[in-house]
């Protein structure tokens, strides 16, 4: 049990459910947010009074107004630190810095060295806090038979997840595809019963989310099974016909998995016009309002064009940025071993995928951590703070119906800080800080 009653970020850019960002302080207890009001600095030059959204109050200044479309306001950041307060409780000095919420990675194969089939989810979730993760989903992409060895292996090594409180849940993109793509033809299935049901004991209602393509026969009955015990079913690598999808989505699929990547386009019209466009899948997942749509947000995998389509064509609360991350993905460029039958990756950086070097460089998934991924948002997508948060934590955390993601009294207290160049000085887990960034200060002072 840690020593600490409780836990205060102060002087932050607090990122607000209303997406402003505005000068305060995070009060967390027993792991959750408490209240959230002005720092101490706005409070003695208050001039005007405002609620903050989710308890507590405070005084803007003309300065402290323009919310997330103005994110230079915050000030300088050369780091933070972290005190003992008065009756033991622990203060987190933001220094200025972006106080957001944790960022949620929904679909994660391997991160450095670890991977989700044959690591370690106690070191796998050391280093996902590294980049600022508070909630992942290690992902499996094995035949049915090694998914479930998988599943058994980590939920005793871990007891049950409970000492890894970063995990969400697992994944299982394969074995129910119809195109394998940069995973093994081999871990492919067939839907059946008896596969289903294997695959369930192994995951012991740990199961949160499964891929499923929508042209695979008895895929409209299994997503209705499926989502009937509370788990996100996802339609992924296909070249199913739009009826095909509306099938699945009628029966319960709310995920669209790597939205453009292994969606073949099929072309549907009535009129044998050639020059007449027909839509297709993506068009439909597109203004389907019921589907999530994940991105793998690094500019190859998705050009910056149709990550733009995707942003002006979903709902706000609909759009997810996601790693897909695999082995490799967080070391420098290099080539690199994968475990297992994978062979040899290659890696040039966060931005341009991992790629098998023994399959003529074919994309095995993402290098990105989804720290790189939300400062792409901003970067490269040219998007503000607020939105770059809320496809990386309040979208994905609705989607799986986890009371976090908002930084508002009563949600869970999974935060980031960063400073103004986005670099990470703490990740804070239930309000316990789990990772200090080399640029934070992490002298701690007795009281």
């Not at 908002?406 to 789990?434: F, H, Q, S």
Request: aromatic fraction near 6%; hydrophobic fraction near 35%.
């Amino acid at each position: 049990m840690s020593k600490y009653v409780g836990c205060a970020v102060k002087n932050g850019m607090v990122l607000l459910p209303d997406g402003a960002l505005r000068p305060g302080d995070v009060w967390i207890q027993d792991g959750r947010i408490q209240e959230i009001g002005p720092s101490a600095t706005d409070r003695e030059s208050t001039s005007e009074q405002a609620s903050y959204a989710g308890g507590g109050s405070v005084t803007l200044s003309s300065t402290t107004r323009h919310g997330t479309r103005t994110p230079c306001q915050a000030p300088h950041v050369s780091g933070g630190s972290v005190t003992v307060g008065p009756r033991g409780l622990r203060q987190v000095d933001a220094c200025g810095g972006y106080v957001l919420p944790g960022l949620i990675d929904l679909h994660t194969h391997g991160l450095h060295t670890e991977s989700a089939e044959a690591g370690s989810l106690i070191e796998y979730a050391r280093l996902e806090a590294s980049h600022g993760t508070t909630t992942f989903y290690p992902t499996l992409f094995c035949s049915p038979e090694d998914s479930a060895r998988s599943l058994e292996r980590h939920r005793r090594e871990t007891d049950e997840l409970r000492s890894v409180p970063q995990v969400g849940g697992f994944r299982l993109e394969a074995p129910y595809l119809a195109i394998a793509s940069g995973g093994s033809a081999e871990a492919l299935a067939p839907v059946s019963p008896q596969t289903t049901r294997l695959l369930l004991q192994a995951g012991g209602g740990h199961v949160k989310t499964w891929d499923v393509s929508p042209e695979l026969p008895g895929a409209p009955e299994l997503v209705q099974q499926l989502a009937g015990e509370g788990i996100v079913c996802s339609i992924a690598h296909t070249q199913a016909t739009i009826a095909q999808a509306r099938a699945v989505v009628e029966a319960g699929a709310r995920l669209a998995t790597h939205l453009f990547d292994v969606f073949y386009y099929t072309p549907e019209r009535s009129d044998p016009d050639p020059d007449i466009y027909g839509p297709g899948l993506v068009d439909y997942l597109l203004v389907e309002d019921r589907v999530t749509c994940e991105i793998i947000g690094d500019g190859t995998h998705v050009s910056p064009l149709l990550v733009e389509k995707a942003f002006r064509c979903k709902p706000a609360g609909k759009l997810a940025f996601v790693t897909d991350s695999n082995y490799g993905a967080g070391l420098p460029p290099g080539r690199y071993a994968l475990p297992g039958e994978w062979g040899n990756v290659f890696i040039d950086g966060p931005n341009s995928g991992v790629r098998l070097a023994d399959r003529d460089m074919i994309l095995a998934g993402s290098a990105l951590t989804p720290l790189d991924g939300l400062r792409n948002v901003v970067r490269l997508f040219g998007k503000d703070v607020a939105t770059a948060s809320h496809v990386w934590s309040r979208n994905p955390a609705r989607l799986m119906g986890l009371n976090k993601g908002e930084i508002a009294v009563g949600k869970d207290a999974d935060l980031i800080i960063l400073d103004r160049d986005l670099n990470l000085l703490y990740t804070i887990v239930a309000g316990e800080v789990v990772y200090r960034g080399p640029d934070a200060e992490s002298v701690i002072r007795e009281s």
